[in-house]
């Protein structure tokens, strides 16, 4: 038991001392050297969650660290075009892009995506490379550099531009007039596109060194040259239009290294077997292990292997660039074997389509028509949007795949790399 204090001159043995005793002096010290030290103890106690969240506050605030790229340039067709075409001037099937529900869920109208909101291309600037805004498509810098072109230098500091078409080609406009395939009303090619940069850097008075510190993205292109040429698919082979449609890739990507390029990603196609348009072509009975039009995947997987091969000559013909790939057709493949895993109720059914069924898609009535005017409730649970494009909940699944894939499974050489290589000018 310890001492007890009554008043200031109470004494009390200390049993713990027998042969001793307190003075009032003694006891007064030492009381108040107790209360000291609890005052001390209790002050730090105190203090330590205010110094916590003092210190969280810091880390919060912290800036997030800067991309080592502040230009982007972008090329490819409907699954990058951000802007350059409209409903007068796309595919003739899809001709409504300018039409809600385009855009719907995202930027709550349309933006003349072909989604219902962010493409990975926006993804890629926004969240991968924290740049201020999306990329602007080229054909709308044109029509603001008069009047705004303060506003959009603000906007878009590094100049990133993207020269995606919708319904562009690989193979050029003029072979498949040539060859009576041009039902299509979108003249442009991945060497249109080229042409639009060339302009642009002229525009600009940019030079090979400007080049070389942007990254080019070229996305999925070819797609629609074997869509063009189904009608005729008797006389002019797959493998024709495989063949001609890399070459034109390679032809565009030695371009763009010739320009000055060092940093260039490409997309290969996806699993356009397992789009809904495809799936209504295609016979009832071709279906592959994932209940796609299997002849249409296998198309797609023998074209991105060519694809990777012409890279391969590529990055030996130009060992100071870096040419990564980015596997659009795993990481299609990832989700349609285990849709649910991602989120997605509906792996085949066009979330803004017509028809219902099994794919809720007709392709004289199609998304924006007058006849389709809304999309489904809850595009995020649809894997397909309007029966050949992807809603913005798949294209974020992918642009994860891409852009955190440290294991080359999708995006190879790695995304991370990529970045770290040019953070050390390398």
């Not at 090979?208 to 942007?214: C, N, Q």
């Not at 895993?341 to 509906?346: D, L, R, T, V, W």
Request: glycine content about 8%; charged content about 15%; aromatic content about 10%.
């Amino acid at each position: 038991m310890s001492s007890t204090i009554k008043g200031h001159g109470a004494l009390k043995r200390n049993k713990q001392t027998p042969s001793s005793y307190l003075t009032d002096t003694d006891s007064l010290d030492r009381v108040t050297d107790v209360m000291e030290i609890s005052t001390a103890v209790r002050c730090r106690f105190l203090l330590l969650p205010i110094l916590l969240a003092a210190a969280i506050t810091v880390v919060a605030a912290a800036p997030a660290p800067t991309s080592p790229f502040r230009t982007v340039y972008a090329f490819g067709d409907s699954f990058t075009d951000t802007g350059n075409t409209h409903s007068t001037t796309g595919p003739y099937s899809f001709g409504y892009v300018s039409h809600s529900p385009y855009g719907a869920t995202f930027f709550h109208r349309s933006t003349n995506r072909y989604s219902d909101g962010r493409l990975v291309v926006d993804f890629l600037a926004t969240d991968a490379l924290r740049l201020p805004s999306f990329i602007p498509p080229y054909l709308s810098t044109l029509s603001a550099s008069n009047s705004s072109s303060s506003v959009a230098a603000t906007n878009n500091p590094g100049g990133s531009v993207n020269f995606a078409v919708a319904g562009a080609t690989a193979i050029e406009h003029e072979w498949f007039v040539k060859n009576n395939l041009s039902f299509d009303i979108t003249p442009q090619s991945i060497m249109t596109e080229l042409g639009w940069f060339d302009a642009h850097l002229k525009a600009r008075r940019s030079g090979p060194k400007d080049v070389g510190e942007a990254l080019f993205w070229v996305g999925e292109i070819g797609a629609n040259d074997y869509a063009y040429s189904f009608m005729d698919a008797a006389t002019i082979p797959r493998k024709l239009i495989r063949t001609m449609a890399v070459d034109r890739v390679t032809t565009f990507i030695e371009g763009l290294l010739k320009r000055g390029a060092k940093y260039v990603v490409v997309q290969g196609l996806p699993l356009t077997g397992c789009l809904t348009m495809a799936m209504t072509l295609a016979k009832p009975d071709d279906r592959d292990d994932l209940g796609c039009a299997g002849s249409v995947n296998q198309q797609s997987l023998a074209h991105n292997r060519l694809l990777q091969a012409s890279l391969r000559r590529l990055r030996r013909d130009h060992p100071g660039a870096i040419i990564a790939y980015a596997d659009y057709y795993a990481a299609h493949a990832a989700v349609m074997k285990s849709p649910a895993q991602y989120g997605f109720a509906e792996p085949f059914k066009a979330c803004c389509g017509s028809g219902g069924g099994d794919y809720n898609f007709d392709v004289f009535s199609t998304c924006g028509s007058p006849e389709v005017p809304t999309a489904c409730a809850q595009p995020a649970r649809y894997v397909n949007w309007d029966g050949v494009h992807m809603t913005e909940a798949m294209y974020k699944v992918v642009a994860g795949m891409f852009f955190q894939d440290t294991a080359g499974k999708y995006f190879r050489p790695a995304f991370g790399s990529l970045l770290a290589r040019k953070g050390h000018g390398n």
